[in-house]
């Protein structure tokens, strides 16, 4: 495969994901806890980790989390994002290659909502030096199941028909 063409399905990953990344920070969420997000840019960490493979995947979340902190975070939300996004990709790389016949791309992504939650509150409890953020667990890991659900059913159904398109399918053969 080309690597010009790799760097720019790469780049539209990293650009849609941080487009849906904007869109959500501008939903309010009726629910009343706060931090609680819906997680529309992990669609295309998904996407990238079916597609592309591991590595790339890796490239995704950074430049996705740095650029998103560009554009409007600050040293604290990058670091929250940073740790739920590389403890995500983590867990769904692993769950998607040791229980691949067992787990859907849907029980891959409500792994990486999760895992998500945990790499957060695991940082919050650091800099509050107390453990007790992590009693927030519960609560987010019920709203991480179902967003999870639904991103898992989203990047399901764009990954149907992105094997539909032929120059994708080279894309898609060859994962790092």
């Known amino acids: 495969m080309n690597k010009t063409t790799r760097m720019v399905f790469i780049a539209l990953i990293v650009a849609q994901a941080l487009v849906l990344h904007v869109v959500e920070g501008m939903i309010p969420l009726p629910i009343g806890v706060p931090g609680a997000r819906l997680g529309l840019a992990n669609i295309f960490t998904i996407i990238s980790l079916y597609t592309l493979g591991f590595k790339s995947s890796l490239v995704v979340v950074l430049l996705r989390v740095f650029l998103a902190t560009f554009f409007g975070g600050n ?19 692993a769950v998607k290659n ?14 990486g909502a999760i895992s998500h939650n945990i790499g957060q509150l695991l940082v919050a409890s650091y800099i509050v030096q107390n453990i007790t953020v992590m009693l927030y667990l519960p609560v987010l890991t019920f709203i991480g199941i179902g967003t999870g659900i639904f991103v898992g059913i989203t990047a399901n159904f764009i990954m149907a028909h992105l094997r539909k398109i032929p120059s994708l399918k080279k894309i898609m053969a060859v994962t790092d």
């Open 98 to 111: 040791l229980l691949k016949d067992k787990v859907s791309i849907i029980g891959v992504s409500g792994a």
């Open 75 to 93: 040293l604290s939300s990058m670091m929250y994002s940073l740790s739920g996004g590389l403890l995500s990709l983590i867990v769904m790389a």
